[in-house]
């Protein structure tokens, strides 16, 4: 029967708890005198069973009371071990506090949930929930000023070729850019000291990736452009020389490089 085979398959499949995360940075681990293994929340599934616990985004799973993950992706290991459908308590730091939520862990899906796409070209942009690393970060995208939203990271190589046409663009169009990374101050410090060409002045850290998500990012760089009135008016992924930022009516060339002299 169709019935016994979807209990049967429930019964062998490991269970889940419906997050996307990554290892907490090394500076928050110092500070905190976090174990090795504390994770933070970057997504939450919808029907999840972190969503019914309470668990939100930005929420540092510790591990069970008096039972830390002391090890990296121990939660993953933990979670897949779990009985779905027993409730378990976890520890988990939300503001500086430890608070404890209980989370029955559910059977892995066999279809997982579909994430939002990129917003569509013409539709209202989404609001932008970000932290200063430098420059300004926009609390209104409807406030009449154009811009270029810069998804990026300090290891895409990709990212940093970019770089020049994205300063040329904003110059000659007027748009703002800002640059956004999910990147912690701890590891955008280090590339600064080191990074000695122009970068746009702008750049905002969006740790747990809610405006990635939002926007759909599913790569780097990305890069979405915004009218003065918060409408998309262009948004794509990728960046070769060749083709360039892909914005239409833009057209650009490098300078050319200058022959060194003796």
Request: charged fraction near 25%.
């Amino acid at each position: 029967m169709l019935a016994d085979d979807v209990v049967l398959a429930d019964s062998v499949l490991p269970a889940w708890l419906g997050i996307q995360f990554r290892q907490v940075a090394d500076a928050l681990r110092t500070e905190k005198h976090l174990a090795e293994g504390a994770s933070r929340v970057m997504m939450v599934y919808d029907d999840s069973p972190a969503k019914e616990a309470g668990i939100r985004e930005g929420d540092v799973i510790l591990g069970p009371p008096d039972e830390p993950f002391v090890e990296k992706e121990q939660i993953r290991e933990w979670a897949m071990r779990s009985v779905p459908g027993e409730p378990t308590p976890l520890d988990i730091l939300r503001e500086g506090a430890i608070e404890r939520v209980s989370l029955v862990p559910k059977a892995m899906p066999q279809k997982w949930p579909s994430l939002p796409g990129p917003p569509k070209v013409g539709s209202t942009a989404p609001p932008l929930r970000l932290d200063k690393y430098r420059g300004t970060v926009p609390t209104s995208l409807a406030d009449g000023r154009s811009r270029l939203l810069f998804f990026w990271a300090t290891w895409c190589g990709i990212c940093k070729t970019a770089v020049p046409e994205l300063l040329a663009f904003e110059k000659a169009r007027g748009v703002e850019v800002v640059s956004i990374t999910d990147e912690t101050p701890a590891e955008l410090d280090p590339f600064f000291t080191q990074w000695k060409d122009p970068f746009p002045a702008h750049v905002a850290i969006d740790e747990t990736r809610n405006s990635f998500r939002s926007y759909g990012v599913s790569g780097t760089p990305s890069f979405v452009l915004i009218d003065g009135k918060g409408i998309v008016r262009d948004q794509h992924t990728g960046y070769t020389t060749k083709k360039g930022l892909e914005i239409d009516g833009w057209t650009w060339a490098p300078p050319a490089t200058q022959p060194k002299t003796n």
